[in-house]
């Protein structure tokens, strides 16, 4: 089993509707990060968490540490937000990311 | 400000071949960091350099990868020779931050697409 933990892997969604994300986690954390990558592009980092919540735009990640548990929401979704969504936790002071599998996102128009 | 820059984009070799893989991180950022995705996998650590020296390469997967940051600048990640599970892509992520600093954030390069046939 892996350490950090995605769902759904693929999420299909007509443009407008409200998404969420899920990572769980096993281990103990300093950070959270939510990263995005689009089709044949490179790894952007849009989420850096140790705790709450943090907004961009139309994004929105939370996180709660004792239940091992971060979200990413994307309100009126649009088809441009269509990527993989990928969580990665850090370690104390450990500099690595462990990462999840990813969450392959589609919004239809 | 150039991003995180790795070169080539896109490379294909056969079975016991070489390749070597660039990364250029951000100016002034002495963490730099290999990871590689294979296919269905996700994407894991391979090492960490601060500065020219290796801080952590307990992911690089064996011997047959040699990295290197001569000068603290640019990093390679050399492949010899080259076996069809290293196939994948290879990411490289710069840092500026201290040690135990919750606010380092990570950036990305485009990666590099390496296909052993």
């Known amino acids: 089993k892996n350490e950090v933990e995605q769902s759904p892997q693929n999420l299909t969604a007509q443009e407008g509707e409200f998404i969420t994300i899920n990572c769980s986690y096993s281990?103990?954390?300093?950070?959270l990060h939510w990263l995005q990558q689009h089709p044949g592009g490179g790894i952007v980092s849009l989420f850096m968490?140790?705790?709450g919540k943090k907004k961009h735009g139309r994004l929105i990640a939370t996180i709660n540490i004792q239940e091992k548990h971060s979200s990413l929401h994307i309100t009126a979704s649009h088809p441009r937000d269509s990527a993989v969504y990928i969580c990665?936790?850090?370690?104390?002071?450990?500099?690595?990311?462990?990462f999840g599998k990813g969450t392959l996102l589609t919004v239809n128009p | 400000e150039a991003g995180v820059t790795q070169f080539p984009s896109h490379s294909v070799i056969e079975k016991g071949q070489t390749v070597t893989l660039r990364c250029d991180p951000i100016?002034?950022?002495?963490?730099l960091y290999w990871y590689r995705r294979v296919m269905g996998k996700e994407i894991k650590f391979l090492l960490h350099?601060?500065?020219?020296?290796?801080?952590?390469e307990s992911g690089m997967p064996n011997n047959r990868f040699l990295a290197e940051r001569t000068g603290g600048t640019y990093s390679t990640l050399k492949v010899q020779p080259a076996e069809l599970e290293d196939s994948g892509v290879y990411f490289c992520?710069?840092?500026?931050?201290?040690?135990?600093?919750?606010?380092?954030?990570?950036?990305f390069g485009p990666g590099t697409r390496l296909t052993v046939l």
């Open positions: 992520a710069s840092s500026q931050g201290w040690r135990g600093s919750p606010t380092d954030t990570q950036y």
């Open positions: 281990v103990g954390i300093s950070a």
């Open positions: 968490l140790s705790s």
């Open positions: 990665a936790v850090r370690r104390g002071s450990n500099y690595k990311l462990t």
């Open positions: 100016s002034g950022h002495d963490n």
């Open positions: 350099f601060v500065k020219e020296s290796k801080q952590d």
